[in-house]
């Protein structure tokens, strides 16, 4: 079968999944996460040829620390199916109703944007929470994951597609596609593809945007900042910033860039030093930061770098003003934070800092749509279109407009006799 006939099978499944009630969705999601424990076994040991093969190929420590997948993360995966099991059917929702005139009524209605392709790094929890997701949504996807996690991947795929079939979920609603290639030819078919979520690199996603007509929602870099200010209490601020730094470094939340108001840097860079090197992260440091603790010298190109890895740069910076300028100047748009024990500063910070998701006196790592109680996240969108920051359920609908009447016409409300709208907002429980 070619690509394009897989893409219109999954588009007409999208439709049958649009329509599909809540009590389906519900069950086949139960079903997924009873098959994913049920065949635990199996899809560890295909996670494991995957991880042998590539600490063989040497693989980059941080994309092997993404690809495992073993019965932890099997059973985080299946905490999340739970999780959106539990919320409200997003799909049908009244947004808000007007009537226009008497028996002339207007409503704007959630749907699902329909077959959306995903492509995603070597994570085969993604792929996990993506179709779920997608499912939840009444969405069909084509997913194309990592060469590095093939094998993890396809049993995940088939796993998941038997589970929903079977509980009566549409042929074809989940696709999984092999090749590079795939890829290519994924962004030219625009005539099924409704939206492509890409994540990767910041040249792949740009790649992604520079290819296709189709709508295009994501991230690419995710480089993070924690700003200390002049009034934290350091302790908490030594804290947050190992958690936004350390609690799990290959990923796109995790913090890049400490910046430390200069009134506190002397007090504050030698606790700070200790909690982090203690978790063996390398630090490298503006003049600033030298003069005060030994550091390695930061460059220029560490500002705008996402390590994903245990090395940390760090600025000492005049204030408030300078620490949102750096952010605004050298960030990703993604996630920033903010320790200070003064309301109006965090405030300041909130507003002028330009990213998706900003934070007071927590760590950076909370950026997350299981966290946030989105039901999981099929990515992060630094985008400024429907969807920013994780992307959740919502990110994956879209409204239309249904109008209910009796037989009105437009001839009736034109010209010197035409009768008037109304307009009125109206209770919208639905119709």
Same mark, same amino acid.
Request: aromatic share 6%; net charge negative; with cysteine.
């Given at each position: 079968?070619? %690509?394009? @006939?897989?893409?219109?099978?999954?588009?007409?499944?999208?439709?049958?999944?649009?329509?599909?009630?809540? =009590?389906?969705?519900?069950?086949?999601?139960?079903?997924?996460?009873?098959?994913?424990?049920?065949?635990?076994? @199996?899809?560890?040991?295909?996670?494991?040829?995957?991880?042998?093969?590539?600490?063989?190929?040497?693989?980059?420590?941080?994309?092997?620390?993404?690809?495992?997948?073993?019965?932890?993360?099997?059973?985080?995966?299946?905490?999340?199916?739970?999780?959106?099991?539990?919320?409200?059917?997003?799909?049908?929702?009244?947004?808000?109703?007007?009537?226009?005139?008497?028996?002339?009524?207007?409503?704007?209605?959630?749907?699902?944007?329909?077959?959306?392709?995903?492509?995603?790094?070597?994570?085969?929890?993604?792929?996990?929470?993506?179709?779920?997701?997608?499912?939840?949504?009444?969405?069909?996807?084509?997913?194309?994951?990592?060469?590095?996690?093939?094998?993890?991947?396809?049993?995940?795929?088939?796993?998941?597609? =038997?589970?929903?079939?079977?509980?009566?979920?549409?042929?074809?609603?989940?696709?999984?596609?092999?090749?590079?290639?795939?890829?290519?030819?994924?962004?030219?078919?625009?005539?099924?593809?409704?939206?492509?979520?890409? &994540?990767?690199?910041?040249?792949?996603?740009?790649?992604?945007?520079?290819?296709?007509?189709?709508?295009?929602?994501?991230?690419?870099?995710?480089?993070?900042?924690?700003?200390?200010?002049?009034?934290?209490?350091?302790?908490?601020?030594?804290?947050?910033?190992?958690?936004?730094?350390?609690?799990?470094?290959?990923?796109?939340?995790?913090?890049?860039?400490?910046?430390?108001?200069?009134?506190?840097?002397?007090?504050?860079?030698?606790?700070?030093?200790?909690?982090?090197?203690?978790?063996?992260?390398?630090?490298?440091?503006?003049?600033?930061?030298?003069?005060?603790?030994?550091?390695?010298?930061? #460059?220029?190109?560490?500002?705008?770098? @996402?390590?994903?890895?245990?090395?940390?740069?760090?600025?000492?910076?005049?204030?408030?003003?300078?620490?949102?300028?750096?952010?605004?100047?050298?960030?990703?748009?993604?996630?920033?934070?903010?320790?200070?024990?003064?309301?109006?500063?965090?405030?300041?910070?909130?507003?002028?800092?330009?990213?998706?998701?900003?934070?007071?006196?927590?760590?950076? &790592?909370?950026?997350?749509?299981?966290?946030?109680? %989105?039901?999981? #996240?099929?990515?992060?969108?630094?985008?400024?279109?429907?969807?920013?920051?994780?992307?959740?359920? @919502?990110?994956?609908?879209?409204?239309?407009?249904?109008?209910?009447?009796?037989?009105?016409?437009?001839?009736?409300?034109?010209?010197?006799?035409?009768?008037?709208?109304?307009?009125?907002?109206?209770?919208?429980?639905?119709?």
């Amino acid at each position: 079968m070619s %690509l394009a @006939e897989i893409a219109s099978l999954a588009k007409s499944a999208s439709i049958r999944l649009a329509a599909a009630e809540s =009590e389906r969705k519900n069950s086949a999601l139960a079903a997924i996460r009873d098959a994913l424990q049920q065949r635990s076994v @199996e899809i560890v040991s295909a996670n494991r040829e995957d991880l042998a093969a590539a600490e063989e190929s040497d693989l980059a420590a941080p994309l092997r620390k993404r690809l495992k997948f073993d019965e932890g993360k099997i059973a985080d995966v299946c905490a999340g199916i739970d999780s959106l099991v539990t919320l409200d059917d997003p799909v049908g929702k009244t947004i808000t109703a007007t009537e226009l005139d008497k028996g002339l009524e207007l409503y704007k209605v959630s749907c699902p944007i329909g077959l959306i392709g995903v492509v995603f790094e070597s994570r085969p929890d993604a792929l996990v929470q993506i179709s779920t997701l997608c499912l939840k949504s009444g969405n069909a996807v084509l997913l194309k994951g990592g060469s590095e996690a093939a094998k993890t991947n396809r049993i995940l795929a088939d796993v998941i597609s =038997e589970a929903g079939e079977r509980a009566g979920l549409p042929a074809g609603w989940i696709q999984l596609l092999q090749t590079r290639e795939d890829v290519a030819e994924m962004l030219v078919l625009d005539e099924y593809i409704d939206l492509i979520i890409p &994540r990767g690199s910041n040249e792949f996603v740009r790649h992604v945007m520079n290819n296709t007509n189709i709508p295009v929602l994501g991230h690419a870099d995710g480089i993070c900042h924690v700003y200390v200010a002049d009034d934290a209490d350091l302790d908490m601020a030594v804290n947050v910033t190992v958690d936004s730094k350390c609690q799990y470094v290959a990923v796109c939340n995790a913090a890049e860039t400490l910046l430390v108001d200069e009134r506190t840097a002397e007090a504050f860079l030698p606790k700070v030093q200790f909690a982090l090197e203690d978790k063996g992260v390398e630090l490298r440091g503006c003049e600033k930061t030298a003069s005060i603790i030994d550091v390695k010298p930061a #460059e220029e190109a560490d500002w705008s770098t @996402e390590y994903l890895d245990y090395i940390l740069s760090i600025k000492v910076v005049d204030g408030l003003e300078g620490a949102i300028e750096h952010i605004n100047r050298y960030g990703s748009g993604h996630t920033d934070a903010i320790i200070t024990a003064d309301r109006d500063k965090a405030e300041t910070f909130m507003n002028l800092v330009d990213s998706a998701n900003v934070l007071w006196n927590c760590s950076t &790592r909370f950026a997350d749509g299981f966290r946030y109680g %989105l039901g999981a #996240e099929v990515g992060i969108s630094t985008n400024k279109i429907h969807a920013r920051g994780p992307v959740g359920l @919502e990110g994956l609908l879209i409204y239309k407009w249904k109008l209910l009447g009796t037989g009105q016409i437009v001839a009736d409300y034109s010209g010197p006799n035409a009768k008037k709208f109304t307009h009125r907002k109206i209770g919208n429980g639905g119709w």
